[in-house]
């Protein structure tokens, strides 16, 4: 840990991903003194992303010094299976790299301490603690993007087993149905992603288009094909949902990611679908998310504060995660 922090200090987040990197220096109220994006140099191989994530760091703390304020620390989420206890990215297809001990590589390299977290968990924990799940203790945070993930609070404790839980993309709901990518057939995310949906429009149309967004623009023109796409995802999703439901019981579900910015076209259907398959169970609260594409990055903040404050790993979310515990 750094100097004691006060009011002229401030911590880095950065937030990982498969195409795009976001970092800001963050005070303690979580507001952005700086933020930066860029491109995730993933196609040059790992250590490119390595590197470049060490630019990040050492481009902000510098900015902080000239800005005279100190860097207690940094928050950095990436994807993949990430043991958060160990400081280790266990597994990113994305990004190409397995048991790799990156807090430790990142510490080595920046001079600064770093709290290594997953995205999804992270951006759960803002939208818990600052966005559309706030005050609500059994959340599933679910963003569907390119494929689909999901972080889980329980009696407000994030469930990680070791960087495992939450693979939602991955649960069956389509028996035998399309090979998706994890080895498996019918997953949620070969029905239900952004990229499945633009895939099977294009597919069934013959008309090509990118991504889920297009889709849905054709789904409000009233074009069958895309209600035919649309509606399979809906369903797929609520299937999932059902399942995460009985098993979880949340009081809450946030969707995030692109495919949510569809708004009530995804929301109303999915709310009705999912009804459907409930009887005894407790039915959650479907809501989008407040957070936008922020919600990791302030995450990392959040996890970096936590750490700079001595508190560690977070077992339990507090009330203000960010404040200095006794």
């Not at 993007?145 to 939450?166: E, K, L, N, Q």
């Not at 508190?311 to 960010?322: C, D, I, K, V, Y």
């Amino acid at each position: 840990m750094r100097d004691k922090a006060d009011g002229n200090d401030c911590v880095i987040a950065l937030d990982v991903g498969g195409t795009s990197m976001k970092g800001a220096l963050l005070g303690r109220d979580l507001k952005a003194l700086r933020t930066v994006r860029g491109a995730t140099p993933r196609r040059a191989g790992p250590d490119a992303v390595i590197a470049e994530i060490c630019a990040v760091l050492r481009d902000l703390d510098r900015d902080a010094a000239t800005r005279g304020l100190r860097v207690q620390g940094a928050g950095v989420v990436v994807p993949g299976i990430v043991d958060e206890e160990t400081g280790t990215a266990v597994y990113s297809a994305n990004l190409g790299w397995r048991d790799l001990p990156l807090a430790a590589l990142l510490e080595g390299t920046s001079g600064l301490p770093v709290a290594l977290g997953h995205d999804v968990r992270a951006g759960g924990v803002a939208e818990c603690r600052l966005g559309a799940a706030r005050g609500a203790q059994d959340v599933w945070f679910v963003p569907i993007g390119t494929g689909i993930s999901a972080a889980v609070f329980c009696d407000g404790r994030p469930v990680r087993a070791h960087g495992y839980a939450g693979e939602l993309g991955h649960v069956v709901v389509e028996p035998g149905g399309e090979p998706c990518a994890c080895g498996a057939r019918g997953c949620l995310e070969t029905a239900a992603s952004a990229a499945a949906i633009s895939s099977a429009y294009s597919a069934r149309s013959g008309r090509r288009v990118e991504g889920a967004a297009a889709v849905a623009a054709r789904l409000a023109q009233g074009d069958p094909d895309a209600r035919a796409v649309w509606d399979r995802a809906v369903e797929a999703l609520a299937t999932a949902l059902a399942t995460a439901t009985t098993l979880f019981a949340p009081e809450v579900v946030v969707l995030g990611g692109g495919l949510a910015e569809a708004g009530g076209p995804l929301l109303d259907p999915l709310r009705a679908s999912l009804a459907r398959r409930l009887t005894f169970q407790r039915r959650p609260e479907l809501v989008l998310a407040a957070l936008g594409d922020m919600a990791g990055c302030l995450g990392a903040g959040l996890a970096a504060w936590h750490a700079a404050d001595g508190a560690g790993s977070p077992q339990r979310l507090p009330e203000t995660p960010w404040a200095a515990t006794s």
